[in-house]
Each structure stands twice: as structure tokens, then as C-alpha cells.
């Protein structure tokens, strides 16, 4: 992030933060872990939090910024499934819906 922004003088704002340091470690987390393991509960249970939230932006920021990449990698929303909580399921069920990637999911949704 640093040769996007002066680390020292600024932070950067939530969506690259999520976009350049999240969203990598939860597509690598998936890749090499089962869904049940502690690292994704935990990252999942954060999601969890975002999901629930009521600020629009914020639950925008977790579909954009991770749950638009994740439906469109069939195996990685496979694996992720099981760790998904009912507000970011939901979400990603809509995700999915609105991009035509339903057939990536797990189950078939019902919206």
C-alpha cells in the first residue's frame, strides 16, 4: 500500500485495504484449508459482523471487496461454505444471484 499511499501521513481508506490485504488472505485461506479450520471461522466470523451491520457501505465493502471473487470461484465458495454465517450466506446468495453465478453455490438458493 505504500506506493499508493504515504503510510506515514495518511491511512488508507477500508475498501483498498480490503481489496489489497484482505481478499488475499481469504482467497489463500480457502486454498489451503478446510472450511472448519480456525484461521476461516475466524475470518468468516468477522464477515459475520460486516454482514449484519446496518451501514450500507460497510456491507457493500465485504460484497465487493470479497464476496463478489469468492462466488465466482466454485471452489473456493464451496469451501468457505460451512464457515459462512446466516447474514453473510444470505449476502452471498444475493451476490451470486445478481452476477449469475448461482450455480457456483453449494445448495440452490432461495431468494
Known amino acids: 500500500m505504500g506506493s499508493y499511499y504515504d503510510l506515514k501521513n495518511e491511512t488508507p481508506p477500508a475498501y483498498p485495504i480490503f481489496e489489497s490485504v484482505r481478499k488475499p488472505v481469504v482467497l489463500e ?3 489451503n ?3 472448519d479450520s480456525p484461521r476461516i471461522v475466524r475470518i ?3 464477515g459475520e459482523k460486516i454482514a449484519a ?3 450500507i457501505e460497510i456491507v ?3 460484497r465487493i471487496a470479497i464476496l ?3 462466488v465466482f470461484d466454485r471452489e473456493g465458495i464451496r469451501n468457505a461454505w460451512n464457515a459462512l454465517g446466516p447474514q453473510t450466506r444470505k449476502l452471498t446468495q444475493e451476490t451470486a444471484k445478481r ?3 448461482e450455480g457456483n453455490l453449494p445448495v ?3 431468494i
Open 29 to 31: 485461506s480457502l486454498s
Open 60 to 62: 457493500n465493502l465485504l
Open 108 to 110: 440452490r438458493p432461495r
Open 68 to 70: 463478489e471473487s469468492l
Open 99 to 101: 452476477r449469475g453465478w
Open 53 to 55: 451491520r446496518e451501514d
Open 44 to 46: 468468516f466470523a468477522f
Open 33 to 35: 484449508a478446510a472450511s
